[in-house]
């Protein structure tokens, strides 16, 4: 008997971590540390200099009676290398915990630190996770970590703070590889409106539309959880009310606060289960290759590669469009759908990021698109994307955002 009915019968979801949110809430990094037991902190950042906060968090820590060590060389979509340095601070300092401070490159190599760490020093490029070989079976042969972290935010976009994932830049063949461990989730994570407000302009319009991806792919997934419709839905309404004030007034209060906690909504539906999509998996290799920042990266991709996905679900391109204000009695099912794009388009507009021209923009060459779709057919926001894998297709959709 096929007991098979559907092509993805399974959904899984990974607990949650420990969220603090609120005004001030950094100032819990201490006590937490205390609670979990720390006795060394590591503090992994890319240094956030000319705010303080680094040396705020370290106060904060030695006045709980925990000692401390930086590692501050985390740079944009964190390299194997970096991953391997931080580690060896962590194990030569007698770390037994991670405070992370940033936004996403942050966290993550804070968790990959961790993974070397419950897994005698083995080069964090050895852990990459794809769909052949199967992920799940991989994973098996790896030890859980063991070390906690709490991650701070500074960013409102990153959703490393509540998902079961990081991602790694493979400077050896030229990739960015999710790395999947075994409790390799933060502890706690703590979500301070006060401190996003330290971003410049353009990275919290970028962050900020990197919160917005996590809603949209997490939303048209063809891996969508169930439990996960309506917060993508609440997280799109969010952003696109809140994201322009903010990204041009940090000082507003209203806006920040409600950048900060839609990005940690966006960032759990990929922890309670939904997967990305093309736009995040060809997004991560254009960052692979040339540095781009994540978030810029996937708003410049939004827009051409939601249209490549549009016929395949048309109804929830016009949830979207209703999520973010627009009314649609009366429209047939497409027309609906295309305000989704108006929308988006207007608001990346208004961000001042250009949609398409990839080869201007961040100088990929139209040589390494083979080696881009190569990486993606292998990647998980494949199985997520709603559209089905062509490598054809993709390789001209590439040629025409050239």
């Known amino acids: 008997m096929n007991k098979q009915m559907f092509e993805f019968p399974l959904s899984y979801a990974d607990p949650i971590p420990r969220i603090i949110s609120g005004w001030g809430a950094h100032e819990m990094t201490g006590p937490e540390c205390k609670s979990l037991k720390i006795k060394k902190a590591l503090i992994v950042t890319t240094g956030i200099r000319g705010t303080g906060l680094v040396d705020e968090i370290k106060g904060s820590l030695n006045y709980h009676g ?4 930086v590692f501050d060389k985390v740079t944009s979509n964190p390299k194997d290398y970096e991953v391997m340095e931080a580690y060896k601070v962590l194990k030569e300092a007698g770390c037994d915990g ?3 401070i940033g936004g996403g490159s942050s966290h993550d190599c804070a968790k990959m630190a961790r993974v070397v760490a419950a897994n005698n020093g083995k080069d964090i490029r050895g852990f990459a996770a794809f769909l052949n070989p199967p992920w799940m079976e991989q994973m098996k042969k790896y030890k859980a970590c063991t070390i906690p972290q709490v991650a701070v935010n500074t960013t409102a976009g990153t959703g490393s703070e509540v998902t079961s994932i990081a991602t790694l830049t493979n400077t050896k063949v030229r990739a960015k590889q999710l790395v999947l461990v075994p409790n390799i989730r933060v502890s706690v994570a703590i979500v301070d409106p006060l401190i996003t407000r330290m971003m410049p302009r353009h990275i919290a319009a970028w962050t900020g539309f990197d919160a917005m991806a996590h809603a949209y792919e997490t939303y048209t997934s063809r ?3 169930p439990y996960t419709s309506g917060l993508s839905l609440r997280a799109i309404q969010i952003i696109s009310e809140n994201l322009r004030e903010f990204a041009y007034n940090r000082m507003n209060a ?4 409600a950048m900060a906690y839609a990005s940690t909504m966006a960032g759990l539906c990929l922890g309670l289960g939904s ?3 093309m736009a995040h998996g060809l997004g991560h290799q254009i960052s692979a290759l040339t540095d ?6 996937n708003a410049v991709l939004a827009i051409p590669i939601s249209r490549y996905n549009q016929s395949n679900c048309p109804d929830r391109f016009a949830d979207m ?3 973010m204000g627009v009314d649609t009695r009366g429209m047939s099912k497409m027309q609906a759908s295309d305000k989704w794009f108006e929308e988006t388009e207007r608001l990346l507009k208004d961000l001042n990021i250009e949609v398409g021209h990839i080869g201007k923009q961040f100088g990929v060459k139209k040589g390494d698109f083979p080696h881009m779709v190569k990486i993606y057919s292998n990647d998980f926001p494949r199985e997520g994307n709603p559209r089905e894998y062509n490598y054809d297709e993709i390789i001209g959709l590439l040629n025409s955002i050239y």
């Open 275 to 277: 997967g990305a999509g």
């Open 292 to 297: 781009a920042h994540h978030g810029l990266a």
């Open 66 to 69: 925990i000692a401390t060590e």
């Open 254 to 257: 209203r806006a920040a606060e």
């Open 98 to 100: 991670v405070v992370s």
């Open 223 to 225: 891996v969508q959880s």
């Open 321 to 323: 469009a209703r999520a």
